[in-house]
Nanobody
Framework: QVQLVESGGGLVQPGGSLRLSCAAS????????MGWYRQAPGKQRELVAT????????NYADSVKGRFTISRDNVQNTVYLQMNSLKPEDTAVYYC?????????WGQGTQVTVSS
């Protein structure tokens, strides 16, 4: 079993930046492709970015391409999401999970609010 804990969210003005972190509880984290997901109020959860197990390949939703960067540190068992040029429509709870996601791995998420 892997437990995932997200952190780094907060309130930021439009155009600002945040860096989210997702810490995994065990070393087997390194065998999984990982993803960042988000869920805005009243909307379905959506996949934002993915990264392969070794970190060599990434993919992004069109809505965040060029603004967000996913990365991982398999020694620290951590995956990151650097978010730049934030927009109000990026407001959501952000979660990490394996990709494809596994029901047992959903954590509490971290709230990101983009507002002036």
């Amino acid at each position: 079993q892997v437990q995932l804990v997200e952190s780094g969210g907060g309130l930021v003005q439009p155009g600002g930046s945040l860096r989210l972190s997702c810490a995994a509880s065990r070393s087997l984290f390194s065998i999984y492709a990982m993803g960042w997901y988000r869920q805005a109020p009243g909307k379905q959860r959506e996949l934002v970015a993915t990264i392969t197990s070794g970190g060599g390949s990434t993919n992004y939703a069109d809505s965040v391409k060029g603004r967000f960067t996913i990365s991982r540190d398999n020694v620290q068992n951590t995956v990151y999401l650097q978010m730049n040029s934030l927009k109000p429509e990026d407001t959501a709870v952000y979660y990490c999970n394996s990709h494809p996601s596994r029901a047992a791995y959903w954590g509490q998420g971290t709230q990101v609010t983009v507002s002036s």
